[in-house]
């Protein structure tokens, strides 16, 4: 059992949002925090935009896959951050919950996406700061 906190970005396809949240936890809390995402209907590949616009700044979120959200992945998360995935998200007593309304990427190009990316990377800087503060 680790005693970092874990991290669950949800999204439908976990293939846009979620995936840019987890490549910036990743780049932004290093091994700080363990970082999870997944969807509640995963698409079969990464949103290329979201892979071009995080590119951009130098993060790689190509080797990812989107990935069926678990029970058992949500309940021993710590902090559930949910992008649009309404019903399908669960709800576990005790847990720390964030709802980020956010533009979906799916279907838009690169130009359109860096937006979300930023507001993403603001979010996240957020919650790293929260999450790695000493007690």
């Known amino acids: 059992m680790s005693d970092k906190p874990s991290v669950l970005f949800v999204c439908v396809h976990n293939a846009g949002r979620s995936q840019m949240a987890a490549g910036w936890l990743r780049h932004l809390a290093g091994d700080a925090v363990e970082v999870r ?23 790689d979120i190509t080797n990812q896959t989107p990935t069926l959200l678990e029970y058992a992945t949500a309940e021993s998360s710590d902090v559930i951050v949910t992008m649009g995935c309404g019903d399908a998200c669960p709800v576990f007593p ?16 690169v130009d359109a996406v860096r937006p979300i990316r930023d507001d993403i990377r603001v979010r996240v800087e957020r919650l790293v700061a929260e999450l790695t503060a000493p007690a």
């Open 37 to 59: 995402s997944a969807g509640s209907a995963p698409a079969e590949t990464i949103n290329p935009a979201a892979v071009q616009a995080m590119r951009e700044v130098g993060i």
């Open 94 to 109: 005790g847990r720390r919950y964030e709802d980020w309304k956010l533009d979906d990427p799916a279907g838009k190009g």
